[in-house]
């Protein structure tokens, strides 16, 4: 299913991988995904690995687009063929990847690793309908939601409170689940937490004690 979503590293208070993901952004889905690598691997060997990872910069878009002129791309779409060949140059920048960066990281060779910024996607929380995000400061997997069309109660302090420029002005997506990287819940427990189901018609939510 084509639900938006970002994943994020943060380290050294600041973003080190954002990741713009095109499919499956829910709990359930690339949650679970994050969710897992989390609990099955050493955070300090993803710590060391991040050191090769950067941005891409503006003679790295550059770069990029004589590679789509070089493969015969125009105005921003490709064919099958051409998307091979993308794929293969830049295995990372794929929309298709969401949260299974971090795995390719993890087990990256590569000398140095070059990333996409998509840290503003999680700005319009119309199109950016999940974002999850990995805080090696904090040892902490922060779990954020899209569709936020009322000002919060209590602003988010990560990516703000202004609303989007776009047409329906949504506002940044907000948080909804902190999770300890070293006590991960179980993975019903966490989807639940993140993406409770509504009440059935006729159900009506029981008050806390």
């Known amino acids: 299913m084509g639900t938006r979503h970002l994943t994020m590293v943060i380290k050294d208070s600041k973003p080190v991988v954002a990741q713009y ?33 950067r941005f891409a910069n503006d003679e790295d878009n550059k770069k990029k687009e004589e590679f ?46 070059v990333l996409v910024d998509s840290s503003n996607f999680a700005n319009d929380s119309l199109f950016c309908e999940w974002g999850y995000v990995v805080n090696l400061d904090t040892m902490q997997l922060e779990v954020y939601k899209g569709f936020i069309s009322e000002q919060p109660e209590t602003p988010d302090t990560r990516f703000g409170n202004v609303k989007s420029d776009s047409e329906e002005k949504y506002y940044p997506i907000q948080p909804c689940g902190i999770f300890d990287i070293d006590r991960l819940p179980e993975e019903a427990d966490f989807v639940e937490a993140c993406d409770p189901p509504e009440p059935e018609e006729g159900e009506e939510e029981v008050p806390e004690s």
Request: net charge negative.
């Open 68 to 113: 789509f002129k070089s493969i015969g791309c125009k105005d921003g779409w490709m064919n099958g063929d051409q998307a091979v060949l993308y794929h293969k140059e830049y295995p990372y920048a794929s929309r298709d990847i969401g949260g299974e960066i971090l795995e390719m990281i993890y087990n990256s060779t590569d000398e140095e690793i």
């Open 21 to 53: 993901g095109q499919w499956d952004g829910y709990p359930s889905g690339q949650g679970v995904t994050i969710l897992n690598f989390l609990k099955t691997h050493d955070m300090a060997i993803l710590a060391k690995q991040l050191e090769k990872v």
